[in-house]
């Protein structure tokens, strides 16, 4: 039984004296290679992982009345499917958001019960809010027998993203959480949104996450300025190239030439996106061969630009990526997702993982006084009906 089941089965009779009648379970996300890259239509190699979301439904089609329950904010909201707007609770608004767009598309609501818990940390970069809105899609989906594609999911989620939250984010965290597959990773290219799947096998090595509990929100982190800045950065290069509409388009070469009619920020910004797309090819190569070593190196190279191009990191990411480097059994580490907090992405031989996570960890403390948390992950399966 998954652990958060018999949970939420509980609450469902406490609350409502009833039993949920489906589950649907959403996992969070890591991504390998390919940071910001997906709202500039270029490449990713994202994963879904084995710390999720769990939600518990019950429709009652004769009522209007639609009650939330957030078992790990113990928190909850309830309203009226006729009357969906924004409300004054943050955690409600992602899955209020994802009500409104099935509104949008002329899918009829129904009156309902949801429950909902798991363990995807909160603001820990591991996108636990597009496994709200792609979880609770899925669930809605399967009450009002819509039957959406993966696809119209991913999007309900960005339009969450998007319109209703005002994070102007691209398809990398819904479309991870939506698709993924156990051991595989996704090569997703952002702009005709084809995908492959990638096996995602590490050999010695592990995958572990250390959360520098620094919480980020992306409506007001800085992580809005990054697409108009990329936006600014075509602007400048359309003077000289009017048919390029995305970095993705643009060369190394043209980018060089560019660079004087360019701001130097927005020269880095343009720069970074165009080294990224180029290691997650880097990346899946190196991955085809088994070599263990280059996927550690473009890790690194990662950060460097995430640091000094891209302007997203932050001191303590930037502690916990440097405590790898003088360990042995550390090939790569770097800052995940949006950035400004959340986790490091660290591949690390497996013999010695635990305790060189113990290190690092001991001396972030040391240095920053907040403890941060270890997640030996396994990639897995996508947004599903239990
Ligand atoms: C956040 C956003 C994604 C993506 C990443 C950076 O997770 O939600 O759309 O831009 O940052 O790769």
């Given at each position: 039984m998954d652990t958060f089941e018999e949970t939420i089965r509980l609450h469902f009779q406490k609350n409502f004296e009833k039993e949920p009648q489906f589950f649907v379970k959403a996992p969070g996300r890591i991504n390998l290679i390919g940071e910001h890259?997906?709202?500039?239509?270029?490449?990713?190699?994202?994963?879904?992982?084995?710390?999720?979301?769990?939600?518990?439904?019950?429709?009652?089609?004769?009522?209007?009345?639609?009650?939330?329950?957030?078992?790990?904010?113990?928190?909850?909201?309830?309203?009226?499917?006729?009357?969906?707007?924004?409300?004054?609770?943050?955690?409600?608004?992602?899955?209020?958001?994802?009500?409104k767009s099935f509104e949008n598309r002329g899918i009829r609501l129904q009156g309902f019960d949801c429950i909902f818990c798991g363990n995807i940390p909160v603001g820990g970069g591991l996108s636990s809010s597009a496994a709200m809105e792609c979880g609770f899609a899925k669930g809605l989906d399967q009450m009002l027998q819509s039957k959406l594609d993966k696809w119209e999911i991913v999007r309900i989620g960005q339009e969450t993203e998007n319109n209703f939250l005002g994070v102007q984010s691209g398809i990398l965290d819904q479309f991870s959480s939506t698709f993924g597959l156990v051991n595989q990773a996704m090569l997703l290219d952002c702009q005709d949104k084809n995908f492959e799947y990638v096996n995602a096998q590490f050999g010695d090595y592990e995958l572990v996450l250390i959360n520098s509990k620094v919480k980020h929100n992306h409506s007001d982190s800085g992580y809005n300025d990054r697409p108009k800045e990329c936006q600014e950065a075509i602007a400048a290069?359309?003077?000289?190239?009017?048919?390029?509409?995305?970095?993705?388009?643009?060369?190394?070469?043209?980018?060089?030439?560019?660079?004087?009619?360019?701001?130097?920020?927005?020269?880095?910004?343009?720069?970074?996106?165009?080294?990224?797309?180029?290691?997650?090819?880097?990346?899946?190569?190196?991955?085809?061969?088994?070599?263990f070593f280059s996927l550690g190196r473009i890790l690194y190279q990662s950060h460097f630009g995430l640091q000094y191009f891209y302007d997203v990191s932050c001191t303590e990411l930037d502690l916990l990526v440097d405590l790898t480097r003088n360990e042995n059994a550390v090939l790569g580490a770097r800052m995940m997702g949006g950035g400004f907090g959340g986790c490091t992405l660290n591949l690390i031989h497996k013999d010695h993982s635990k305790e060189v996570t113990e290190r690092i960890m001991k001396t972030y403390y040391q240095q920053t006084k907040v403890s941060p948390e270890a997640y030996f992950i396994s990639i897995e399966n996508g947004v599903g009906l239990l």
């Open positions: 890259t997906d709202y500039n239509l270029g490449f990713a190699l994202p994963a879904a992982i084995d710390m999720h979301l769990l939600f518990g439904f019950r429709p009652n089609p004769i009522s209007s009345t639609f009650r939330l329950v957030a078992l790990d904010m113990e928190d909850d909201f309830q309203g009226n499917i006729n009357q969906i707007e924004k409300s004054h609770k943050n955690w409600a608004n992602y899955l209020l958001g994802v009500m290069i359309q003077k000289r190239y009017p048919n390029i509409h995305s970095l993705r388009a643009v060369s190394q070469n043209v980018l060089a030439e560019c660079e004087t009619i360019m701001s130097n920020k927005h020269f880095r910004r343009a720069q970074f996106i165009l080294h990224e797309n180029a290691r997650v090819h880097a990346f899946c190569e190196a991955f085809q061969k088994n070599d």
